[in-house]
């Protein structure tokens, strides 16, 4: 399993529209996952040992934040050719399995994971109301094989201060998994 982590692009950035097919072929736009508050954009896959690793807690990200005014989504940018594991069929199967209630998008191109500058899944981008990039990193400090339980206590910290009207700490820790996918 390769260790690759995040970019930690600038905060302040803005967010990339989008226009992409869930699993069933749906379209969503950033516009329609976007919260009142903020919006969470998760880069991920269906096998990905990090993403597996932190499954449950993505679950619980997405029952209990999105009726505070968070808006979720997941994307998967992987090259589904070389692996099938992660093809939007399974896709709509992996997030039933882990109980997944935002929606999951397929980035075929590559070119909306390009230009948010993901670089590994998971990969977590926050922003503000106005879509500019509050948070980037760690969901928490727990990875596969470690002692560290799994929390969400770096990516919680920002969801919690940006529900308090508070700034979120510009101090984050990169996060890490595993490469996307690229085409060749």
């Known amino acids: 399993m390769a260790r690759t982590p995040s970019t930690m692009q600038k905060l302040g950035t803005a967010a990339v529209d989008f226009s992409l097919p869930d699993g069933t072929g749906a379209m969503h736009s950033l516009k329609s996952c976007q919260g009142e508050k903020a919006t969470l954009v998760i880069f991920m896959c269906?096998?990905?040992?990090?993403?597996?690793?932190?499954?449950?807690?993505?679950?619980?990200l997405g029952q209990q934040y999105p009726d505070k005014g968070i808006g979720i989504v997941a994307i998967n940018a992987?090259?589904?050719?070389?692996?099938?594991?992660?093809?939007?069929?399974?896709?709509v199967e992996t997030a039933k399995a882990w109980g997944l209630e935002f929606p999951y998008l397929y980035d075929e191109s590559q070119e909306i994971a390009k230009q948010?500058?993901?670089?590994?899944?998971?990969?977590?981008?926050?922003?503000?109301?106005?879509?500019?990039?509050?948070?980037?990193?760690q969901l928490c400090e727990s990875r596969p094989g470690s002692d560290s339980p799994?929390?969400?206590?770096?990516?919680?910290?920002?969801?919690?201060?940006?529900?308090?009207?508070?700034?979120?700490?510009?101090?984050?820790?990169?996060g890490m998994g595993c490469n996307i996918k690229w085409k060749q």
């Open 46 to 60: 269906n096998h990905c040992p990090f993403v597996v690793h932190v499954a449950d807690e993505l679950a619980r």
């Open 78 to 91: 992987n090259d589904v050719d070389n692996y099938p594991d992660d093809s939007p069929e399974k896709m």
């Open 150 to 174: 799994v929390t969400g206590s770096d990516l919680r910290a920002a969801l919690d201060a940006v529900l308090a009207g508070e700034p979120v700490n510009e101090d984050q820790t990169p």
């Open 116 to 137: 948010y500058q993901a670089a590994c899944t998971p990969d977590f981008f926050l922003y503000d109301d106005q879509n500019k990039l509050i948070y980037r990193g």
